[in-house]
């Protein structure tokens, strides 16, 4: 089983940027498929984005297209979340998540079996 930590949230005003990182150890990282949730207050967690196990392919939702860039350092065991013209909607809990099924782009939770703790991103207006 791979662990995962997320690292990088913090309190932004819109329209900066953030970059999350998500360290992974355990199982050797290029068998997963990575991936990017959110959660705020009040909500579901819903799919952000997500690559494939060498980065060959990326998936975004449509809230984040444009401005999100999901990349990976298998040398690193890391997944990044590189954040661009934040919105105070983008405001809740990270998670990375870490996948072995190959319909991982639908961005459907439950095809994640490994999950980060979580970290906070907070965008003021």
């Known amino acids: 089983q791979v662990q995962l930590v997320e690292s990088g949230g913090g309190l932004v005003q819109a329209g900066n940027f953030l970059r999350l990182s998500c360290a992974a150890s355990g199982r050797p990282f290029s068998t997963y498929y990575m991936g990017w949730f959110r959660q705020a207050p009040g909500k579901e967690r819903e799919f952000v984005a997500a690559?494939?196990?060498?980065?060959?392919?990326?998936y975004y939702a449509d809230s984040v297209k444009g401005r999100f860039t999901i990349s990976r350092d298998n040398a690193k065991n890391t997944v990044y979340l590189q954040m661009n013209s934040l919105k105070p909607e983008d405001t809740a809990v990270y998670y990375c998540a870490a996948s072995t099924s190959g319909n991982y782009y639908y961005g459907t939770a439950r095809d994640f079996g490994a999950w980060g703790q979580g970290t906070q991103v907070t965008v003021s207006s």
């Open positions: 690559i494939s196990r060498y980065a060959g392919s990326t």
